[in-house]
Structures are given as C-alpha cells and as structure tokens.
C-alpha cells in the first residue's frame, strides 16, 4: 500500500464499530441488525456484514427468494456483485453470458457490466450476494423496503437507482421483477 494512502484507509477505519473491529458472528437464518429487508413481492434479505462494518469496502447478504424471477437487467458503475448459490436454481446473466447455477455455484459480475438473475427452480431459493466495494447498495435496499419507490415514475425509479451507483438497462432474464 502506498504511504500516502494509509492516513485516509487509518482514518476511514475510525468510522468502523468496536463491535465489527473485534469481528462478529451473525448466526444462520438471521439479519446482523435483527430487521432483513424485505423487498420485491416477499424477497428478504438477511445482512451479514454491512457496509457501516467495513467503511464501505464490502456488503454482503442472503437473499432468501419464494417467488420465480428477478431484477432487471442493470449495472453498477463501481461494484462488482458476486452470487453465490444456497438453495434452487437461478439463471444468471452477466453481459452476453447466461449461466445456469445451482447449490454451491458462484457466479461473478464486474463493475460496468449489465446482469440480471432469476429464480428458475420450485421453492425457496437463496444466495449468498456480495457487493465489493459497498456503494450505496445496502441504502438503496432499506430505501424500497421503507416503500420509496411506490408511486414513483420510471424516471424517478431510475434516478433513485442513479443516486445509489447503478442504472437499469433494460429486461431481466427468465421471469423478470424490476426494481
């Protein structure tokens, strides 16, 4: 690491919780703040490390997922998102490349690339979905949780997703839900 860099890294480190300095565990099935999001017609997400834990560098959560479908097709200006598959089968598309994944497959979207996934499989489907650096991502999903997308135009949708790093490009794969 360059020297210039370590005064900035050590001061963003003075933002970080006592709590996630000592480390912490956030056991099976639950949220690391007791309160999952729920969004997108009963979807939940469980955090497990957030963003406030890691100064930004890094968000991760369980996607716990009933219904068939997913987002729509979008980008990140400045994440890389990482699936990493639990339970059921998703179809995952990154660029021009669909990937068929089930239990125990990871699939990998950089930065500036358009993806989308969808539950294709019966029943519950859960991943493990990471977003490096953070971003706003974790802002955005406690946003539509809290209903401030409802009642709002396309244009406005769009430039909420702007605001928190990312644009919506067009349809989502298989059965599609936009957010």
């Known amino acids: 690491m360059s020297p210039t860099i370590l005064p900035f890294r050590s001061f963003a480190e003075l933002f970080i919780s006592s709590e996630a300095r000592k480390g912490f565990k956030v056991k099976a099935g639950a949220d690391r703040f007791e309160k999952p999001i729920t969004l997108f017609e009963g979807d939940t997400f469980y955090t497990k490390v957030s963003s406030k ?62 993806h989308s996934f969808s539950k294709t499989s019966e029943g519950l489907g859960r991943m493990i979905m990471t977003f490096q650096p953070a971003g706003k991502m974790e802002e955005f999903f406690i946003a539509v949780s809290e209903g401030k997308l409802k009642n709002t ?21 298989g059965y599609q839900k936009k957010f």
């Open 53 to 114: 834990d890691t100064s930004g560098d890094l968000f991760v959560f369980e996607s716990s997922r009933v219904k068939k479908g997913g987002p729509a097709l979008h980008y990140h200006y400045a994440q890389d998102e990482i699936w990493y598959v639990l339970e059921g089968e998703f179809l995952i598309k990154v660029g021009d490349v669909l990937h068929q994944a089930k239990q125990g497959d990871t699939v990998f979207g950089p930065r500036g690339i358009p």
């Open 153 to 173: 135009t396309p244009e406005q949708q769009q430039e909420m997703r702007k605001a928190h790093g990312f644009e919506s490009v067009g349809e989502g794969v």
